[in-house]
T-cell receptor, first 112, second 119 residues
C-alpha cells in the first residue's frame, strides 16, 4: 500500500477556502485516492474519491496532478461545522475488497 | 433508511471482564468491517466479515479477541479478559459488496462507534 503523508493540523477561519495536501509518492497505477472526514465522537464519513485530474461534488473538490504523487482536498468557504479530522487514503481498484488504511489525518480547526 | 448502528455507545468494564460490541450494518449490506481507534491515533483495521464467514482477520490480536457475523442478527466483536490497553473506540463499517466495479470504489459506511473504557 502506498504510504500517505498529510499535515498534522491546519487552522482556518469561517468563509475561507481550505486546501489540504496529501503526498503519496509510491502510488501504484491501480490505486485510487479517497478522502474521509471524521467529526469528534463519530465514525468517518466518505467525502470524495478520484483517480486523476479533478473531481468535484457538493462537499469538496479533489485535485490530482498528472504524476498522481499528491492530491489536494479543497473545501470552499469553510464553516465552524467543518472542524474535523480529514484522512487521505490510497487503495487498489483491482482488489476484490480493500480494507481501509487510515493514517493520523489532518485536524482542521475552523475559527469564527 | 437507518445507517450503521452500534451498541452500546459507551461501555465500561473492569479488567478481566468480557466486552461484547454489536454492529448492525446498513440494510442490504452484507460486508462488515471492524476498526479500532486508540486515542490520538488513526483507525486500524481489525477484521472483515461476510455473513457467517471471516474473510480477513489479519488486524485482530491473536488472543482474547473474536468476531462473528451470524446469518441472523448483528455482527459481534468480543473481547475476553479485557485489559486497560483495550480502552479505545471501536468502529464498525459496512458495504454492499466488496470490489464493486463502480464509483466510488470500496466506500464504507461507518457507525458511531463504541467507546470502551477498561478500569
Amino acid at each position: 500500500l502506498a504510504k500517505t503523508t498529510q499535515p498534522i493540523s491546519m487552522d482556518s477561519y469561517e468563509g475561507q477556502e481550505v486546501n489540504i495536501t496529501c503526498s503519496h509518492n509510491n502510488i501504484a497505477t491501480n490505486d485510487y485516492i479517497t478522502w474521509y472526514q471524521q467529526f469528534p465522537s463519530q465514525g468517518p464519513r466518505f467525502i470524495i474519491q478520484g483517480y486523476k485530474t479533478k473531481v468535484t461534488n457538493e462537499v469538496a473538490s479533489l485535485f490530482i496532478p498528472a504524476d498522481r504523487k499528491s492530491s489536494t482536498l479543497s473545501l470552499p468557504r469553510v464553516s465552524l461545522s467543518d472542524t474535523a479530522v480529514y484522512y487521505c487514503l490510497v487503495g487498489d481498484i483491482d482488489s476484490g475488497y480493500s480494507t481501509l488504511t487510515f493514517g493520523k489525518g489532518t485536524m482542521l480547526l475552523v475559527s469564527p | 433508511n437507518a445507517g450503521v448502528m452500534q451498541n452500546p455507545r459507551h461501555l465500561v468494564r473492569r479488567r478481566g471482564q468480557e466486552a461484547r460490541l454489536r454492529c448492525s450494518p446498513m440494510k442490504g449490506h452484507s460486508h462488515v468491517y471492524w476498526y479500532r481507534q486508540l486515542p490520538e491515533e488513526g483507525l486500524k483495521f481489525m477484521v472483515y466479515l461476510q455473513k457467517e464467514n471471516i474473510i480477513d482477520e489479519s488486524g485482530m490480536p491473536k488472543e482474547r479477541f473474536s468476531a462473528e457475523f451470524p446469518k441472523e442478527g448483528p455482527s459481534i466483536l468480543r473481547i475476553q479478559q479485557v485489559v486497560r490497553g483495550d480502552s479505545a473506540a471501536y468502529f464498525c463499517a459496512s458495504s454492499p459488496r466488496a470490489g464493486q466495479p463502480t464509483l466510488p470504489y470500496n466506500e464504507q459506511f461507518f457507525g458511531p462507534g463504541t467507546r470502551l473504557t477498561v478500569l
